[in-house]
Antibody, heavy 120, light 108 residues
Framework: EVQLVESGGGLVQPGGSLRLSCVAS????????MDWVRQTPGKGLEWVGR??????????EYAASVKGRFTISRDDAKESLYLQMNSLKSEDTAVYFC???????????WGQGTQVTVSS | SYVLTQPPSVSVAPGKTATITCGGS??????VHWYQQKPGQAPLLVIY???DRPSGIPERFSGSHSGNTATLTISRVEAGDEADYFC???????????FGGGTKLTVL
């Protein structure tokens, strides 16, 4: 059974940093692209970024709203995906989901999400 | 950047057909995916590559697209279909994923 479990969310002050983790199980993690997607309260989904798989050199891509502040990394040996978030702003407050995805963008499995709140 | 436009809400009586649209420039040239999200839950893939259904998704869910509009159709709507629905594409020109704003389906 495919499972994705996010952790690391919490309350952080504006300008602070936070590192989210997503632990995967039930599939060959290194074969897959992985995305981070966030959702603000009562609002829609916003793509944050992507880590391509080993075969595609772990290339990362980011939404314009987070580029330069957020960094996606992964450790295939630990079957884990990470999101390092720096220079956090109030508008980064959201539930952050990790999702297994395909090159065409199909998010076929999602974690339950972790809440990030940026507030003083 | 590429924009997907969905109606904020759609209402339908049980047993009827719900149609949720997703507008985007030349969307017929893109692969469209649809997600269902119920309160407090993660999104669930219901349609991928325009018309395909993941295993476990009822045949009542179908997708299509033409021109500048993609459509998610839910036949014989049930109370359990009440949820938010999001369309999504991969914008190859920018290597970005784009989501529509979401449509809240209310079953009357």
């Amino acid at each position: 059974e495919v499972q994705l479990v996010e952790s690391g969310g919490g309350l952080v002050q504006p300008g602070g940093s936070l590192r989210l983790s997503c632990v995967a199980s039930g599939f060959t993690f290194s074969d897959h692209y992985m995305d981070w997607v966030r959702q603000t309260p009562g609002k829609g989904l916003e793509w944050v970024g992507r880590s391509r798989n080993k075969a595609n050199s772990y290339i990362t891509e980011y939404a314009a709203s987070v580029k330069g502040r957020f960094t996606i990394s992964r450790d295939d040996a630990k079957e884990s995906l990470y999101l390092q978030m720096n220079s956090l702003k109030s508008e980064d407050t959201a539930v952050y989901f990790c999702a297994r995805t395909t090159p065409g963008g199909v998010g076929d499995y999602w974690g339950q999400g972790t809440q990030v709140t940026v507030s003083s | 950047s590429y924009v997907l436009t969905q109606p904020p809400s759609v209402s339908v009586a049980p047993g009827k057909t719900a149609t949720i649209t997703c507008g985007g420039s030349n969307i017929a040239n893109k692969n469209v995916h649809w997600y269902q999200q119920k309160p407090g839950q993660a999104p669930l893939l219901v349609i991928y590559y325009d018309t395909d259904r993941p295993s476990g998704i009822p045949e009542r869910f179908s997708g299509s697209h033409s021109g500048n509009t993609a459509t998610l159709t839910i036949s014989r709507v049930e109370a359990g279909d009440e949820a938010d629905y999001f369309c999504q594409v991969w914008a190859s020109s920018s290597d970005h994923v784009v989501f529509g704003g979401g449509t809240k389906l209310t079953v009357l």
